[in-house]
């Protein structure tokens, strides 16, 4: 069932001309240079003086390892975007290595656009410098405040599942993503690598990922790097990928194979994209991927006081420690940092020499200034009908009974019909059991593996689905997450009692939503998260005590109110309107909890009346629309009533939530 790319795609073995190899190295060079300088330097930043201990700053703070090895990958990247006019955006795994991800910022100018106080001059250069793992100013890792980037990487494993949320409807778009191999040993990195599944080459943009196997974590080998080649060559065939090797340690050597590999990538793409596109034929291909063996720490220090530190753990945060009082310590700094020949890349005033500027892209080409990476600023609101057209009927409240996610699905199945290539609904296999099945008449579960015959009988899987189903909450997490900061829509829904599984990724979205909506005025708002918390502890039915949880909203509770909001509608009518405010929301994690069983209607629309009436309940600003706040009691009384602590659990979570700002 694969498609067959018969035409060549293989560019030279040695693709580059001596003098491209030269320009492409100095560009690397000068991205190696500004990392050293971020994790050292406070004073001196072109080396226009010898090094003296009052040049470094007081506390030494940053990662090393992974930088060289993802400056590499960019600035090879940034020749095919030359090349080919790519329209794609990276994004770093290993995110605590944003020294190289900023150095990258810095040169192609965006850091300097969206922060003009670091300007392409010594002046600008230094305060970069200054600012790096600095309180209240850079993080060491890949923040909201950084341009180009939707990831921030603090926490492991989520990189390729967000690479492909960007992909998704962006049949344009090239996301490539650097995956620390480290990294790829956590289970939510694991399990995405079966994203390549999910991903339709005629609808959808392209994911080649890099996985940097530089063989080190923080204090451990990695375990991809220590099993044989042929081993880890059918790993990754066997999760689907073709897999591209680069390994070595000489740069010359290193950038023709680079480069070699890179458009290998960029041209089996093209050549997939274009055969399914042209034979409207979207079965599943063997994406192209790169496995980069290169050293961790590549280009540093290779020996400190007789302890092995290139190619080592020890490479992995600050390779040369207490500099300001161990002159041979400050001397194999300067070494280090004099070999990139810094005097060469910039020109007397800072800026970088014009010969190498001539190597970026330029405008909304830069990884750096994609659109895309800001996706406030390419989102439409959705279209949406109106949700007072599939309330239930009643005359008074507490008469009739209907399953409130039921009524949502046909609500969503129609969202869906509207916005077909803006909007996806998002499952671990539970949409079906938590009743929003409705769904699937206006788009199936997307599949691109092969069909049975006897799926035809239900499955409801197509390859232009839009409904993403795999057991996979991270997977599912991150895809969203990926999907909404491009300027999209989603909704997420899961039992009550595994949406545990994402508490970590909730925590760190919630943080990134907080920074950037609160803290950064360049980031245009992105559609709100919403999470559907169903399949309730209160009926669990045959399922019991495993499936009975509902500690998920403490988690929410603890974050900010800024970004945060928890909705408890009492019935399906309830429920509607709740959705329907969130789905034009932005900037907030809404996490609505309502059950899927049959349940008595409390808010009611009469046959002649336009808006539901009575009662729901929501944690949140006083203007949430057609819900009337604070009525647990009422939910309650009908609900639960023997259950009197229902209440304090309520006052406990209002507490805290305005404890935190709201
Ligand atoms: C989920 C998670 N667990 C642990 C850590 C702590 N940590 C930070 S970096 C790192 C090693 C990462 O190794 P790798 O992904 O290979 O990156 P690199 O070696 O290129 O720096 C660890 C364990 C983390 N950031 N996230």
């Not at 009926?539 to 603890?558: A, C, I, K, Y």
């Not at 959705?579 to 909890?593: F, K």
């Not at 059950?595 to 009662?615: M, V």
Request: proline share 8%; net charge negative.
């Amino acid at each position: 069932m694969e498609i067959s790319t018969e035409r060549r795609v293989t560019p030279p073995a040695q693709p580059l001309t001596a003098d491209e190899v030269q320009a492409m190295d100095a560009y690397w060079r000068a991205c190696n240079y500004l990392c050293a300088g971020m994790l050292y330097l406070r004073a001196n930043p072109l080396l226009k003086e010898p090094l003296r201990p009052e040049h470094f700053k007081n506390r030494l703070l940053g990662h090393w390892g992974t930088d060289p090895g993802q400056t590499f990958i960019w600035v090879h990247l940034n020749r095919v975007i030359r090349k080919y006019d790519l329209n794609m955006f990276y994004i770093a795994g290993p995110g605590h290595g944003a020294p190289a991800v900023l150095s990258n910022c810095y040169l192609e100018g965006t850091y300097s656009e969206v922060y003009p106080e670091k300007s392409v001059d010594e002046t600008g250069m230094l305060r970069l410098f200054q600012a790096f793992s600095f309180p209240g100013q850079l993080g060491s890792h890949c923040t909201p405040e950084v341009p180009g980037s939707i990831h921030e990487g603090g926490e492991l494993g989520y990189s390729l599942s967000h690479a492909f949320g960007a992909a998704f409807d962006n049949p344009d778009l090239i996301v490539s993503v650097a995956v620390g191999d480290g990294e790829a040993e956590t289970g939510p990195l694991a399990t995405s690598w079966h994203s390549n599944k999910f991903l339709n080459p005629i609808r959808d943009g392209a994911v080649p990922p890099i996985l940097h196997l530089n063989g080190y974590k923080i204090a451990n080998p990695t375990v991809l790097g220590r099993i044989d080649p042929e081993e880890i060559e059918n790993l990754f065939k066997g999760y689907g990928w073709t897999p591209h090797l680069v390994e070595g340690d000489d740069p010359n050597t290193m950038h023709q194979k680079m480069a070699a590999a890179v458009e290998t990538c960029i041209l089996k793409i093209r050549s997939i994209q274009e055969e399914a596109r042209s034979t409207n034929n979207p079965v599943r291909p063997r994406w192209p991927m790169i496995i980069l063996r290169s050293p961790k720490g590549w280009t540093g220090p290779e020996e400190v006081d007789g302890h092995r530190v290139e190619d080592f753990w020890r490479a992995h945060q600050i390779p040369v420690l207490d500099v300001k009082a161990n002159p041979g310590h400050l001397k194999i700094v300067e070494e280090w940092m004099r070999s990139y020949r810094p005097h060469e890349l910039f020109d007397d005033r800072g800026t970088l020499i014009p010969e190498l500027r001539g190597l970026q892209p330029t405008g909304e080409r830069r990884m750096s200034a994609n659109p895309h990476a800001n996706g406030g600023r390419l989102r439409k609101p959705l279209d949406l009908p109106d949700f007072r057209d599939y309330c239930v009927s009643i005359d008074n409240p507490g008469t009739k009974f209907a399953s409130p996610t039921e009524a949502l699905g046909r609500f969503l199945r129609d969202v869906m019909r509207r916005n077909m290539s803006i909007f996806r609904v998002f499952s671990p296999d539970e949409n079906a059991s938590n009743r929003l099945q409705d769904i699937y008449q206006a788009s199936l579960k997307t599949w691109l593996a092969p069909y049975k015959p006897e799926d035809a009988d239900g499955t409801n899987i197509a390859p232009d689905g839009r409904v993403m189903e795999m057991l996979s909450e991270h997977t599912l997490e991150g895809w969203l997450e990926g999907y909404l900061l491009t300027g999209r829509h989603g909704l997420f829904n899961t039992y009550e009692s595994f949406a545990h599984i994402i508490d970590s990724m909730y925590n760190q979205f919630s943080k990134w939503l907080e920074k950037a909506k609160l803290e950064i005025d360049w980031r245009s708002p992105v559609s709100s998260l919403n999470l559907l918390i169903t399949s309730l502890v209160w009926r669990q039915d045959h399922n019991g005590f495993t499936h009975e949880d509902p500690g998920f909203l403490d988690v929410v509770s603890n974050k900010s109110a800024g970004v945060t909001r928890i909705y408890l509608p009492p019935d399906a009518n309830c429920l509607l309107s709740v959705a329907d405010h969130c789905l034009r929301s932005v900037d907030y994690v809404n996490v609505i909890v309502s059950d899927k069983q049959q349940h008595l209607l409390s808010i009611w629309k009469r046959q002649s009346s336009t808006a539901p009436r009575g009662l729901g309940f929501g944690i949140g600003p006083a203007t949430t629309p057609a819900v009337t706040p604070t009525s647990l009691w009422h939910a309650q009384a009908i609900f639960q009533p023997k259950k009197p602590w229902l209440q304090s659990r309520f006052f406990a979570k209002r507490f805290l939530t305005s404890r935190s700002g709201s």
